[in-house]
């Protein structure tokens, strides 16, 4: 028996019933209709507007990372603000002090995001639930006063600024939209590759069933491993685009509460690997405060309530949630 005869898209064992293909072609079509949209957007759009869908991108792809340690590994980080923060600190550092551009910074700042991934997922490989979450936290507390005290190279508190461009010649804002949605949209190609490949099948298999995962020699060390170091990867690449697209970083970018919101990104995006539901969480971490500042103090409360009403719907009943877009990858 295959891998894939095991698991099916939400862990469990396969089932005879799968999506409508005229629902699946439907969330297809939505999804190109919004790349093209968000395509031409910035020719009938201002600045502010490009500025925000850029950072908006870039939060999506960290929003991602954490839906698929959820989806994939069954567990939850509140501590990915350090992988996000070690991405663009990354691209700042590597172009402040030794004069890389982007071309050299991204790639490094991936592989840095895949071996811290492991550093940490090796000797947590056995925690699992609050203890992982926990463990996390960690990371994402200590961060901003490591930052701080590592001056010489993060610049303390008034951080660095990221001013080469990818592409000489062409404008900045452009060329950080179209960096921050190409990104993004090639995150969600592979994801939704991934789901079908042997290796996605294995690690939803040593999730769901890990007594039959061992049988095909998949061992749950090896999938939490493996998943941790994914998603970190997924999670740097989003602090490297958000830093090239925002221009600047610093420690207060990347507190706790950054991790906090990356995680509530991903719940109201139902922890969906989708495009639609990367940006539905990016969204709303991103433009909510930007278009409500205004609210001051309120914020909170209407993140409260949207997590709220999001967690209270998604369980109301899986006839609801089969057509939302963000359980289609």
Known sequence: MAVSELVHPKGAIRSPARPLPELRNL????????????????????????????????????????????????????????????????????EKHFGLGLWISLPAALAL?????????IPSRRMSGIYLAVASMALALCLPELLI????????FEGLYISRDLVPGVSKAGQRYYLALAALVLVCLALAHFRGSRQGMALLLARAHPRAAEAFGITRSWARISIFALSATLASLSGAVLAFASSTVSPNSFTLWSGIFYLVGSVIGLQ?????????????ITLIPQYLASAGDYVPILYGAALLIVTLVANSGSGLRRFLPGKAA
């Open 272 to 284: 969906g690997t989708s495009l639609i539901a990367a940006l539905i969480g990016g969204g709303v």
């Open 27 to 94: 969330r297809t079509w939505a999804s190109l209709l919004v790349v093209a949209v968000l395509a031409v957007l910035p020719a009938l759009s201002g600045s502010f507007l490009l500025y925000s869908l850029s950072l908006c991108f870039a939060n999506a792809l960290a929003v991602l990372s954490v839906s698929v340690l959820v989806r994939y590994g069954g567990e939850v980080s509140i501590g990915h603000s350090f992988f996000v923060a070690l991405g663009a600190y990354s691209v700042a550092i590597l």
């Open 149 to 156: 005290h590592m001056e010489r190279w993060t610049g303390g």
């Open 113 to 121: 995001g895949f071996v811290a991934g492991l550093l940490f997922a």
